[in-house]
């Protein structure tokens, strides 16, 4: 099995954030149509955004932890962030726990089912709740605005150092986002985001967590897929999707996060699930299915999702009526990528 970057376009989008009461989305009847959008050029599909090999062997469990206890998620806002975009960031994390009153399907949270049915060794289940426990405004760059994977976990321990953040090690996870102006080590190159732990020597502790960067000037055509698309193919090529919340670089990033997310919560230390026999080059659940976001993907297409009257595409529902588009996730059960919006 081989791993694909599906990456399709269909309208042209605009980069410019809305304020938060504007970027929500529209409260009234109309029903979204459904559209499935045009196949790339396959140079397209054999680029890799995110941690993991393309070498894709059966998923397994290797008898690690997952994040089975109720996950609370500590951001480190790193760089400079504008309001409108934290709020977005954080309603997508909030959509996660919930209720259908709040989000209607489909939604993030169903999204999140599928996650929820990796379980360890005694049958836990992922948690289905994820909260937001504590923030941290770095603004300062404490260390500069070119980071490495190591500088990011001294990052972590500045948080935790100045911050009000608890060393959560049974329940935390640690959500570390740069801002558009930050450099990180094989950021747009080899990656738009990754997850993993931190080293006692670093941080004083074993704590699990991701780094998701925002790509929104720096290669929005390489981790903002698909609300960007490389200069070449500005000459005739498809057009770029419409984000929901018309922000390119945030829209772009909430995929990976959720992306992120999903692994960290499966694999929290890189021995519980995934396929492949190398844990330092894993293919997890996200990985699996990276470019698919609704059904008859595969092959170049994300899928059928959904468009709303202004040409804003989106595949789930969050709360205070927000949308997003986020890439579906392999379901054990259905052993096949899987999300809420499937028409079959």
Same mark, same amino acid.
């Given at each position: ?201 670093? %941080? ?51 995929? %990976? ?88």
């Amino acid at each position: 099995m081989a791993l694909f970057i599906l990456i399709c376009f269909f309208l042209v989008s605009s980069s410019l954030p809305l304020p938060y009461s504007a970027a929500a989305v529209e409260t009234n009847d109309f029903q979204p149509e459904v559209y499935n959008p045009k196949l790339p050029p396959r140079a397209l599909t054999s680029s890799k955004k995110f941690e993991g090999s393309s070498d894709l062997v059966h998923l397994r469990y290797h008898m690690g932890p997952v994040l089975s206890s109720p996950i609370n998620i500590y951001i480190i806002w790193y760089g400079k962030w504008a309001q409108p975009q934290k709020l977005l960031i954080k309603d997508f994390l909030l959509s996660i726990s919930a209720s259908h009153r709040a989000a209607a399907s489909p939604s993030v949270a169903e999204w999140w089912r599928t996650v929820s049915l990796y379980t360890d060794q005694t049958g836990a289940n992922v948690s289905r709740s994820v909260l937001i426990a504590g923030e941290y405004a770095d603004q300062r760059y404490s260390h500069g605005a070119q980071l490495t994977r190591l500088s990011i976990q001294q990052v972590i321990a500045n948080a935790v150092r100045v911050a009000p953040f608890p060393v959560d090690h049974k329940n935390g996870i640690y959500l570390i986002l740069t801002s558009e102006d930050v450099a990180v080590q094989d950021f747009c190159r080899a990656v738009c985001g990754f997850h993993y732990f931190t080293f006692p020597s670093m %941080v004083g502790y074993t704590l699990p967590y991701a780094w998701v960067g925002n790509s929104g000037k720096q290669c929005p055509d390489v981790c903002a897929y698909p609300f960007a698309v490389p200069a070449y193919m500005t000459g005739g090529g498809p057009s770029a999707l419409s984000p929901p919340n018309r922000d390119v670089g945030i829209d772009g990033m909430i995929s %990976v996060i959720g992306h992120e997310l999903a692994e960290l919560s499966s694999n929290p230390l890189v021995n519980a699930w995934y396929a492949g026999e190398d844990p330092t080059a894993p293919t997890e659940i996200g990985d699996l299915c990276e470019g698919l976001y609704g059904t008859g993907g595969g092959g170049g297409y994300i899928g059928q999702v959904m468009r709303d009257r202004e040409g804003r595409t989106f595949n789930l529902n969050g709360r205070r009526k927000r949308k997003f588009l986020v890439q579906w996730i392999w379901n054990p059960t259905l052993k096949a990528c899987a999300g809420p919006n499937a028409l079959d």
